[in-house]
């Protein structure tokens, strides 16, 4: 499921302004990690602030060190291998979803219901939305779209959200890029 790349290609398609084409990209994982998190704190799931970085289905970043509940570090709550662990439960809710289902498309509604409502309302919400991260993220210096918090409001995606990333993160962002990219090229050369 290229989310990432679908949306890069059709934003290179469409020549719109920067910010005007986004993806959902990792929105809907992050909303499920903040539900698992936020049972097990025992709180509502607005008031866990995570995110979950890059490519959507592919390498997915959870930027632990970066979640808090009411102020303070989660890890400070839930040891960082319960927090994995609860991120591998994450990704594989999709296949699970589908086994029961058949069809993943409530989620993604609910999804993109938020999106809209954010962009009509000009909430100026930080979301991860996949983006163009083109000297956002070092190590990428060339139009890829990843999942990294982004400013949502009437303008669409009204600035990027900077964040300060581990070696480690960088690594599997930059990893991820070449994936998305390594996607756009295959999809383009179909014959």
């Not at 469409?14 to 809907?28: D, E, H, I, Q, Y």
């Not at 058949?102 to 009509?120: D, E, K, L, P």
């Not at 918090?149 to 964040?163: D, E």
Request: one cysteine or more; glycine letters at 8%; hydrophobic letters at 40%.
């Amino acid at each position: 499921y290229p989310n990432d790349a679908a949306t890069q290609l059709m934003a290179s398609m469409l020549k719109f302004p920067a910010g005007r084409v986004f993806g959902s990209g990792t929105l809907n994982d992050t909303a499920r990690y903040c539900m698992l998190v936020a049972r097990e704190l025992g709180v509502r799931p607005a008031h866990v602030h995570l995110q979950i970085l890059g490519e959507h289905n592919g390498i997915e970043v959870p930027a632990i060190d970066h979640a808090t509940c009411g102020g303070s570090a989660l890890t400070k709550r839930i040891k960082r291998d319960a927090l994995l662990e609860m991120h591998g439960k994450v990704v594989h809710a999709f296949e699970e979803v589908i086994n029961l289902r058949g069809w993943t498309a409530t989620a993604i509604g609910f999804t993109i219901r938020h999106v809209i409502h954010s962009i009509f309302a000009d909430t100026h919400q930080v979301m991860p939305l996949s983006v163009n991260v083109r000297g956002q993220v070092p190590g990428i210096d060339e139009d890829t779209f990843l999942s990294m918090p982004v400013v949502v409001g009437r303008g669409g995606i009204l600035k990027h959200w900077p964040m300060v990333l581990s070696k480690d993160e960088k690594e599997k962002l930059v990893q991820a890029g070449e994936n998305v990219r390594q996607t756009i090229f295959q999809v383009k050369h179909l014959e």
